[in-house]
């Protein structure tokens, strides 16, 4: 009996392998990987048009086999020659190996991983033939990273929470190239600053959870009027603390949609604010005046804390009380909570981080060459984050949902947290 020659050998092999769910592409070699992707497109198309190859007798359906074309697919292991099997009507769609795919997903997680750390498309090209050995154009490189849009259009548009218990809204100023009618063909558009807006959540179970991307010219009031609209209509009914800084028309804004829910300012802003009214000499002494304020056990201990501070430094340094009393509706909430849950909203330093983290991947090379290219790397960058550090709960959450629970019990009754 003779023994099978050695793609007969080699398809035995595969077919065990596609067995077994522990299969790793990585593990096998480059022939084996190319049979793989060869009979698993072999099945499709047998599945699609109802019988098997070479197969006799009445066929299911007047559509037939047409031959293959030739696809090089770029893979960690090199390029594969994988033969497509066509069909006469032209219907069939792969989805092993799609239509105009010539890129594998691990090479294509890889080039939007490196995109996302903000890698030229000329150094991801290097980079990805000095790791597997394949030549990728830049066309290819931006074939590909253009479809991150679609996965952003999708997460944007998702569905959110009904409620959540606490939330943090920022924006951040970006450079962008802008193109207009009459800008030079070498110039490419001249650049302008856009804003980012941001807004972190804390979820009933205690997470963090970024909420949306929106780009902007400037941060005003009115367009964060449409974001919380735009909120509204993918499933948010109800927030119980907004924690922003001191943006001028916000608090009514905020009213207007969410009527129930209580503005906490940040007080890391307000000290700035305040301490531009003080010399050198004065800053820490102030500040530990200032901190007396925001650390007391009780709103009627800050009240007089700020009177005792206003008695003290009027005369030298007018101005820091009125700081704290034009925003004292938006400061008082906080002194009837425990210091677990101040520790988190008495700083908008949770929007601030967030932010920090889009620079380092959007500050890099100065200015964007557009606003995709803007939404896409805070996207990716936002993802990153949820699925590497913002995985555990908040610090001490047990301890702050109850005392939730205790201040919000009438809107909080409806939800498990």
Same mark, same amino acid.
């Given at each position: 009996?003779?023994?099978?020659?050695?793609?007969?050998?080699?398809?035995? +092999?595969?077919?065990?392998? %596609?067995? #077994?769910?522990?299969?790793?592409?990585?593990?096998?070699?480059?022939?084996?990987?190319?049979?793989?992707?060869?009979?698993?497109?072999?099945?499709?198309?047998?599945?699609?048009?109802?019988?098997?190859?070479?197969?006799?007798?009445?066929?299911?359906? =007047?559509?037939?086999?047409?031959?293959?074309? &030739?696809?090089?697919?770029?893979?960690?292991? =090199?390029?594969?020659?994988?033969?497509? $099997?066509?069909?006469?009507?032209?219907?069939?769609?792969?989805?092993?190996?799609?239509?105009?795919?010539?890129?594998?997903?691990?090479?294509?997680?890889?080039?939007? /991983?490196?995109?996302?750390?903000?890698?030229?498309?000329?150094?991801?090209?290097? +980079?990805?033939?000095?790791?597997?050995?394949?030549?990728?154009?830049?066309?290819?490189?931006?074939?590909?990273?253009?479809?991150?849009?679609?996965? !952003? *259009?999708?997460?944007?548009?998702?569905? !959110?929470? @009904?409620?959540? $218990?606490?939330?943090?809204?920022?924006?951040?100023?970006?450079?962008?190239?802008?193109?207009? $009618?009459?800008?030079?063909?070498?110039?490419?558009?001249?650049?302008?600053?856009?804003?980012?807006?941001?807004?972190?959540?804390?979820?009933?179970?205690?997470?963090?959870?970024?909420?949306?991307?929106?780009?902007? #010219?400037?941060?005003?009031? *009115?367009?964060?009027?449409?974001? +919380?609209?735009?909120?509204?209509?993918?499933?948010?009914?109800?927030?119980?603390?907004?924690?922003?800084?001191?943006?001028?028309?916000?608090?009514?804004?905020? #009213?207007?949609?969410?009527?129930?829910?209580?503005?906490?300012?940040?007080?890391?802003? /307000?000290?700035?604010?305040?301490?531009?009214?003080?010399?050198?000499?004065?800053?820490?002494?102030?500040?530990?005046?200032?901190?007396?304020?925001? @650390?007391?056990?009780? @709103?009627?201990?800050?009240?007089?804390?700020?009177?005792?501070?206003?008695?003290?430094? #009027?005369?030298?340094? $007018?101005?820091?009380?009125?700081?704290?009393?034009?925003?004292?509706?938006?400061?008082?909430?906080?002194?009837?909570?425990?210091?677990? /849950?101040?520790?988190?909203?008495?700083?908008?330093?949770?929007?601030?981080?967030?932010?920090?983290?889009?620079?380092?991947?959007?500050?890099?090379?100065?200015?964007?060459?557009?606003?995709?290219?803007?939404?896409?790397?805070?996207?990716?960058?936002?993802?990153? &984050?949820?699925?590497?550090?913002?995985?555990?709960?908040?610090?001490?959450?047990?301890?702050?949902?109850?005392?939730?629970? %205790?201040? +919000?019990?009438?809107? %909080?009754?409806?939800? @498990?947290?």
């Amino acid at each position: 009996m003779k023994s099978g020659t050695k793609n007969d050998k080699i398809d035995v +092999f595969v077919k065990g392998l %596609l067995q #077994d769910n522990d299969y790793n592409a990585s593990s096998v070699s480059k022939e084996v990987l190319r049979r793989i992707y060869q009979i698993c497109l072999e099945n499709e198309m047998t599945e699609h048009i109802g019988y098997e190859h070479n197969s006799f007798g009445e066929k299911p359906s =007047g559509n037939r086999r047409n031959g293959s074309t &030739l696809k090089m697919l770029k893979t960690e292991l =090199g390029e594969l020659k994988i033969d497509t $099997p066509r069909d006469r009507d032209g219907s069939f769609s792969p989805v092993i190996i799609a239509k105009r795919q010539r890129t594998l997903s691990s090479v294509t997680e890889a080039i939007t /991983l490196l995109y996302g750390q903000n890698m030229s498309q000329r150094a991801i090209s290097k +980079f990805v033939h000095k790791a597997y050995g394949i030549e990728i154009s830049q066309a290819t490189i931006s074939s590909i990273i253009s479809g991150i849009s679609d996965e !952003l *259009t999708a997460w944007r548009n998702r569905q !959110l929470d @009904e409620v959540y $218990p606490i939330v943090f809204i920022d924006a951040m100023v970006c450079k962008v190239k802008e193109s207009y $009618p009459d800008a030079p063909k070498r110039s490419n558009g001249r650049i302008v600053k856009k804003a980012l807006y941001t807004i972190t959540g804390l979820t009933m179970e205690g997470r963090r959870e970024s909420l949306g991307l929106w780009v902007h #010219d400037v941060e005003q009031a *009115t367009t964060w009027g449409h974001i +919380f609209r735009d909120l509204k209509m993918r499933g948010v009914k109800d927030i119980m603390i907004i924690c922003s800084d001191g943006l001028k028309g916000l608090k009514k804004v905020i #009213d207007d949609h969410f009527p129930f829910a209580n503005q906490q300012r940040c007080i890391v802003h /307000l000290v700035r604010n305040s301490i531009k009214y003080v010399s050198y000499k004065h800053y820490k002494e102030v500040c530990k005046d200032l901190k007396s304020i925001y @650390e007391a056990k009780d @709103e009627s201990q800050a009240l007089f804390n700020l009177k005792l501070l206003e008695e003290k430094w #009027d005369t030298k340094c $007018p101005g820091i009380a009125e700081v704290w009393r034009g925003s004292w509706n938006e400061i008082s909430p906080m002194f009837s909570y425990i210091k677990e /849950l101040r520790k988190i909203i008495y700083t908008n330093n949770s929007a601030e981080s967030y932010n920090k983290e889009i620079r380092k991947v959007v500050k890099t090379k100065g200015c964007l060459p557009n606003i995709d290219a803007l939404e896409r790397l805070a996207f990716l960058r936002t993802k990153e &984050l949820e699925e590497n550090r913002w995985v555990n709960t908040y610090p001490n959450w047990r301890i702050i949902r109850n005392e939730l629970k %205790l201040y +919000f019990g009438d809107r %909080l009754s409806n939800y @498990e947290i």
